[in-house]
């Protein structure tokens, strides 16, 4: 049974840094595309970062030369280190495994609240 588990979030300073982490299990990961979205009160979910199996990475515009995804295929995981953070940067950020090769298969993590004070 896939399991995905956010973990990282809390409360910062603008300006500050955070790294968040997601661990999956039960999926064989070195096939998922992993993603980050993230979730604002009132708005609708966006995506921030994704990274290939094979590493390649594209990111949101808001998260563009302040954030980094990156992944570990020996830990299952994902992570995404960011910079600068903003109070526009306050959500609910969730991770996303989507595999590249059954389309039915999509998971959703609970979701880790990064809050940024002015």
């Known amino acids: 049974q896939a399991l995905i588990v956010e973990s990282g979030g809390g409360l910062v300073q603008s300006g500050g840094s955070l790294r968040l982490s997601c661990q999956t299990s039960?999926?064989?990961?070195?096939?998922?595309?992993m993603n980050w979205y993230r979730q604002s009160p009132g708005k609708e979910r966006e995506l921030v970062a994704t990274i290939s199996k094979d590493r390649n990475t594209n990111y949101g515009a808001s998260a563009k030369g302040r954030f980094t995804i990156s992944r570990d295929n020996e830990q299952f995981a994902v992570y995404l280190q960011m910079e600068n953070l903003k109070p526009a940067d306050t959500a609910v950020y969730y991770c996303?495994?989507?595999?590249?090769?059954?389309?039915?298969?999509?998971?959703w993590g609970q979701g880790t609240q990064v809050t940024v004070s002015s």
């Open positions: 039960g999926i064989a990961f070195i096939y998922y595309t």
């Open positions: 996303n495994a989507v595999s590249t090769t059954y389309s039915d298969r999509n998971y």
